[in-house]
């Protein structure tokens, strides 16, 4: 029960880092389930992407009562995310845990290279 503030406390940033941004809590909650849950690489990236997509919901449901999203926008995003996480999900587990760090952090590297650029 000790660290249970914690866990709450990488709930809370990661729900911040998505309202504010519009994504990417995962990016703050991989690490901090790292840290402080306990658990194996492989089951971060699940539980993440199982936090994650209700916090997702929430904050479009929050876009959309403030008329700042445009679905003509968004639609082949999210055509292309859905079929993307399906792929990505049906290949998690055949992908070493290595790699899937390797490529964790790349993505992270290439989103922080390109945002400041």
Not at 4 to 12: D, E, I, N, V
Not at 24 to 31: A, E, R
Not at 89 to 108: D, S
Request: charged share 10%; proline share 3%.
């Amino acid at each position: 029960m000790k660290k249970r503030w914690k866990l709450w406390l990488a709930g809370g940033a990661a729900g911040a880092v998505n309202g504010l941004f519009g994504g990417g809590g995962g990016t703050v909650l991989v690490p901090m389930l790292t840290r402080w849950g306990g658990m194996g690489a492989k089951q971060v990236f699940a539980t993440c992407v199982a936090v994650i997509f209700p916090v997702c919901l929430l904050s479009a449901g929050v876009y959309l009562l403030c008329h700042a999203l445009d679905w003509g926008q968004a639609l082949p995003y999210l055509i292309g995310g859905g079929l993307g996480g399906f792929l990505g999900g049906v290949t998690f587990e055949k992908v070493p845990v290595g790699w899937l760090r390797v490529l964790f952090a790349l993505f992270l590297l290439y989103g922080g290279v390109r945002y400041l650029l």
